[in-house]
């Protein structure tokens, strides 16, 4: 069992940065994947960023350019760094870690790009 606890979520002006945190508990064995997902109102979860524990990265297009994911698979931890915020990114974002075949998923916690 992996528990994740995100932070790092608020309320932003367009333009603006936030660094999303992610913490796992647990055995890092057998972890392959961590990274974030998002659902805006009224949409479905979509992926936004992950990362391999060899380091090979996926962005999701909207997001390229802007945001940032690293992660430190002995400290399981994963980050996300949103740069250039705008009112699209306004979403309830969910960390997520892959170990052997199953997905655990953090609670999300909720970024609003507003004016």
């Known amino acids: 069992q992996v528990q994740l606890v995100e932070s790092g979520g608020g309320l932003v002006q367009p333009g603006g940065s936030l660094r999303l945190s992610c913490a796992a508990s647990g055995s890092t064995f057998g972890l392959s994947t961590m990274g974030w997902y998002r659902q805006a109102p009224e949409k479905q979860r979509e992926l936004v960023a992950e990362i391999t524990r060899g380091g090979v990265t996926n962005y999701a297009d909207s997001v390229k350019g802007r945001f940032t994911i690293s992660g430190d698979y002995a400290k399981k931890t994963v980050y996300l760094q949103m740069n250039g915020l705008n009112t699209e990114d306004t979403a309830v974002y969910y960390c997520?870690?892959?170990?052997?075949?199953?997905?655990?998923w953090g609670k999300g916690t909720l970024v609003t790009v507003s004016s």
């Open positions: 997520y870690v892959r170990k052997f075949a199953t997905d655990y």
